[in-house]
C-alpha cells in the first residue's frame, strides 16, 4: 500500500511540474470575446481551388499569441479539411492585444454564391471582418467558374 501511494503521490507531483499538463490545461481554457482585441488583420480571397470544389463552411481556429500577440501557432478546431490548410496560413499573419490567456479564437464562415451578376469578371471575392473575431469571405461557386447557370 506505501509503495502505491508513494508512486501515486510522484504521479501527481510529475503531471502537476510537467509543462505539458498547463498547455493542455490552456487550450481547454474559455476565451470570451471581451478577451480578443485584433490590432491587425489579414484579408484573404476565397481559396480558388476550394471554390472549385463546391468547398463552403465554417472553420473555427485557435490562435497561440506571444507576449506582444503576434500569433506563434494556429490549430483548427474545427472545418473542411482544405479550408481549414486556408485559414491557418490566413490566421498566422493577424496580430492581437495581447490577452491573459495567449490565445485567440477566430470564426471563418466561407460561403459561396452562383449569381452570374455577382461572378463577373470583376468579382473574385468578398472579404468581412466583423469584430471581435468573426470572418465572412464570400466566392463564386464552382457554377459561376464554368459558366452554368
Excluded at 498547455?23 to 476565451?31: F, G, H, M
Aim: proline content about 5%.
Amino acid at each position: 500500500m506505501k509503495m502505491r501511494t508513494a508512486s501515486l503521490g510522484l504521479l501527481l507531483v510529475w503531471l502537476l511540474a510537467n509543462p505539458v499538463s498547463r498547455v493542455r490545461a490552456q487550450q481547454d481554457e474559455t476565451i470570451y470575446d471581451a478577451d480578443v482585441k485584433v490590432v491587425k488583420y489579414e484579408v484573404m480571397k476565397y481559396p480558388g481551388p476550394a471554390g472549385l470544389q463546391g468547398r463552403r463552411g465554417v472553420v473555427v481556429v485557435r490562435v497561440k499569441l506571444d507576449r506582444e500577440g503576434k500569433v506563434v501557432d494556429a490549430t483548427a478546431i474545427s472545418g473542411d479539411g482544405v479550408l481549414n490548410v486556408y485559414s491557418l496560413e490566413n490566421a498566422k499573419k493577424w496580430r492581437f492585444e495581447p490577452n491573459s490567456h495567449n490565445a485567440a479564437i477566430l470564426v471563418y464562415n466561407f460561403r459561396l454564391i452562383d449569381l452570374p451578376a455577382s461572378c463577373g469578371a470583376d468579382y473574385v471575392t468578398h472579404f468581412v471582418f466583423y469584430p471581435p473575431n468573426f470572418v465572412s469571405v464570400t466566392g463564386c461557386g464552382f457554377s459561376a467558374y464554368v459558366g452554368e447557370h
